[in-house]
């Protein structure tokens, strides 16, 4: 079973960029299907973007299109979420998860991921 670690969380003023990465505990194993999701206190768990095996597809919520971008490096096992022009309202914890279902798109849905990283808290101040 492959576990996730979530790295690259902080405090950042709004208009800031930050990177988070996603990191297999064994840096040999290949994590598939990719998904980022946050959490803001006393909200639902959001869909923020997910990243298929290659990276060949990537797809994104509404409220970070255009903001975020999703990379990986299969060679060390990594995926990134690159976040820009941040607003206080992308102020949340960050969780990495890794879906097995599909090979040539990746999932928005939170059910069809199996694995879970323990999360970063991201925070963005006005």
């Known amino acids: 079973q492959v576990q996730l670690v979530e790295s690259g969380g902080g405090l950042v003023q709004a208009g800031d960029s930050l990177r988070l990465s996603c990191a297999a505990s064994e840096r040999t194993s290949l994590i598939l299907g990719v998904g980022w999701f946050r959490q803001a206190p006393g909200k639902e768990r959001e869909f923020v973007g997910c990243v298929n095996w290659n990276g060949a597809s990537t797809s994104y919520g509404d409220s970070v299109k255009g903001r975020f971008t999703i990379s990986r490096d299969n060679a060390e096992s990594t995926v990134y979420l690159q976040m820009n022009s941040l607003k206080p309202e992308d102020t949340a914890v960050y969780y990495c998860?890794?879906?097995?279902?599909?090979?040539?798109?990746?999932?928005?849905?939170?059910?069809?991921?199996?694995?879970w990283g323990q999360g970063t808290q991201v925070t963005v101040s006005s």
């Open positions: 998860a890794e879906s097995r279902l599909y090979v040539s798109m990746c999932s928005e849905a939170i059910a069809e991921y199996d694995y």
